[in-house]
């Protein structure tokens, strides 16, 4: 039964105007700052939970249902309603919500299953002080988990989309990735992804077409690059794909989970545009990440008193494509569509400015520095 249909009887029922609103969270939280009375059960969690009240100014918000963005409620007019009926409607709501819960359990497949399994284990792992790295035997069913696996993982942050079910994903997966996988959920709109070594295999096999060897790490780009394309154009729009070294599921799952989110969290920090993240692409953003910020920060004013061509939009350019070609002048040049004279003005324009020439390793490096802070810094 749909909410519209018992709120006209419910309306009968009480003598009072009701009516079904949603909120977001910032404005349910507001709610709870400024209430007249409270009742948020026996849940501490700050997550709206169905049958939780508010009540102010004459009128009293119970929730319905909830997700990561806004608030489902039932709002109810009128100052006359006993105490009695707002506890009977919430033991209904929070009664409902078992209800609900139970039946998703039922129409849970067994792969999904074991795969709820395996994510409130890694949840509690990563929560505790001393996490344990191995899975416990009873997780590990048969030894497909001891084999190696290529793991990623999958987050999507748009407000206002239809989150993807596990069923659909998978599915979705399968088609890229073939039937071996292993796809676990671990917080709302993040998803941890085993793939087969074959897929490793698939992508020598293309590279020894091409004439071409590639090295892991570039096969494991190149595998990421066409999951992100598929899932971008075929799923629910953008999101952001983390790739690492194969691994074993069964011995490193939560030291690849940490990795993997750290990576994101470094793509996204200090290459705001890009979506797919490596971590072996982001070893001096790590390195600088553990600076303290106030010293980060310190370092980039004392640079940019020196000149502000590094933040001109043309010289940005310029040096991002020149790292990006491990400063190589010619193929700069190229990928520029720029005569190699003019990339040679730009560069001696930086160096007679900031007394930093970007073709001599040290100054690189330097600069490389100073261009990821700004980055960040700017943001903030």
């Known amino acids: 039964m749909s909410t519209t249909d018992w709120l006209k009887p419910l309306e009968h029922i009480l003598n009072c105007p009701v009516h079904a609103v949603s909120r977001s969270i910032a404005e349910w939280n507001d709610l709870i700052s400024n209430a007249d009375e409270l009742w948020l059960g026996e849940h501490s969690t700050p997550s709206p939970i169905e049958g939780q009240r508010v009540e102010k100014d004459n009128k009293t918000w119970i929730v319905i249902s909830s997700n990561e963005y806004e608030v489902n409620l039932l709002e109810l007019e009128g100052s006359a309603l006993q105490a009695t009926e707002k506890e009977l409607i919430s033991w209904t709501l929070q009664l409902n919500r078992g209800t609900v819960a139970e039946k998703r359990s039922a129409a849970l497949s067994e792969t999904e299953r074991q795969a ?7 949840q509690k792992q990563l929560e505790a002080d001393e996490p344990a790295y191995s899975l416990p035997d009873h997780l590990t ?4 988990l001891f084999n190696e696996m290529i793991p990623f993982l999958l987050v999507t942050e748009q407000p206002g989309t239809q989150q993807a079910t596990y069923a659909d994903l998978e599915k979705l997966l399968r088609s890229f990735m073939s039937d071996d996988i292993l796809l676990i959920p671990l917080k709302s709109q993040e998803w941890l992804i085993w793939g087969s070594m074959s897929l ?8 020894f077409e091409e004439q071409e060897e590639e090295s892991l790490e570039e096969s494991l780009a190149s595998i990421g690059l066409g999951l992100h394309e598929m899932l971008a154009s ?7 794909l983390a790739v690492a070294h194969p691994a074993s599921p069964a011995k490193g799952i939560i030291e690849t989970t940490m990795l993997l989110r750290e990576t994101i969290n470094l793509g996204r920090k200090f290459h705001v545009g890009r979506n797919i993240h490596l971590p072996w692409m982001l070893q001096l953003e790590r390195l600088l990440n553990a600076i303290p910020e106030l010293q980060r920060a310190k370092y980039l004013e004392q640079s940019l008193k020196r000149a502000d061509l590094f933040v001109e939009s043309e010289m940005l350019s310029t040096l991002e494509t020149f790292f990006t070609l491990d400063c190589n002048v010619s193929e700069t040049a190229k990928k520029l569509y720029i005569h190699r004279n003019t990339l040679l003005y730009r560069l001696d324009k930086l160096k007679q400015e900031t007394g930093l020439d970007v073709r001599q390793f040290r100054d690189a490096v330097l600069v490389k520095i100073i261009l990821l802070l700004y980055k960040v810094t700017k943001r903030n």
């Open 116 to 122: 709820m399994k395996l994510s409130d284990w890694i």
């Open 141 to 144: 069913v048969g030894s497909r």
């Open 200 to 207: 490793l295999r698939d992508e020598d096999s293309d590279a």
């Open 234 to 240: 075929e799923w629910i729009g953008e999101c952001h």
